[in-house]
């Protein structure tokens, strides 16, 4: 059974370019989150999709979007990067909505220059 | 002050030993608690979940909860070197049905580095 597939690994991007970012839940799953996670503050909650539709949001500005698809893959959109965005982007899906089992990819190394 | 606090360590242990890993929490509405398990440049692993207080046991690993203290554990028996690690607690609300809302919160994770 494959797991939860991010594309790209990694990506170096430069201030006021933009970004999105590609996550394959497990096959069957329907909920996908995503997190940013740095050295500084750690792994945050960015939002939560389940069937299209975004659930839940962290407390991020609006230069962070995300949509999700009908085959429950997801994107989430970076726009007018910081140096400050510069972290692992990471992915986790989970059958139903809510995180009881959540299972996470391998990230997105994005570097901002 | 962080919702979930988690001692960055490092923690350095010898081959063999049992390791205590803790977290406290200051939301008293948080139901479901998860320890992952993290290897250089890789994505969280899930370990363990436990809902509400009580013990979890899964091989060499045995997860805690005191709701009552806010506080939870993961301990490891006879550590291996390829335990070493990052390993993070995470924790999200619930309601009494059983049914987990969205956003993981996390510790900081400590760094464990398991010895020969």
């Known amino acids: 059974k494959a797991g939860v597939t991010q594309t790209p690994r990694y990506l170096i991007k430069t201030r006021g370019q933009q970004v999105t970012l590609s996550c394959s839940p497990i096959?069957?799953?329907?909920?996908v989150s995503w997190y940013q996670q740095t050295p500084g503050q750690g792994l945050q909650f960015l939002f939560e999709y389940f069937s299209e539709t975004q659930r839940n949001k962290g407390n991020f500005p609006g230069r962070f979007s995300g949509r999700q698809f009908s085959n429950s893959r997801s994107e989430m959109n970076v726009s007018t990067l910081e140096l400050g965005d510069s972290a692992l982007y990471l992915c986790?899906?989970?059958f139903g909505q809510g995180n009881t089992e959540a299972f996470f990819g391998q990230g997105t190394r994005l570097t901002v220059v | 002050q962080k919702e979930v606090e988690q001692d960055p360590g490092p923690l350095s242990v010898p081959e063999g030993a049992i390791v205590s890993l803790n977290c406290t929490y200051s939301n008293s509405a948080f139901q479901y608690f998860m320890w992952y398990r993290q290897y250089s440049r890789k994505g969280p692993e899930l370990l363990m979940y436990t809902y509400s207080s009580g013990n979890k046991e899964d091989g060499r690993f045995t997860a805690q909860v005191d709701k009552s203290s806010k506080y939870i554990s993961l301990f490891i028996r006879d550590s291996q070197p390829s335990d070493s690690a990052t390993y993070l607690c995470?924790?999200?609300?619930?309601?009494?049905?059983?049914?987990?809302?969205?956003?993981?919160?996390f510790g900081q994770g400590t760094i464990l580095t398991v010895h020969p």
């Open positions: 986790a899906s989970s």
């Open positions: 995470a924790m999200t609300r619930g309601n009494a049905g059983g049914t987990s809302y969205g956003k993981l919160t």
């Open positions: 096959s069957g799953h329907r909920s």
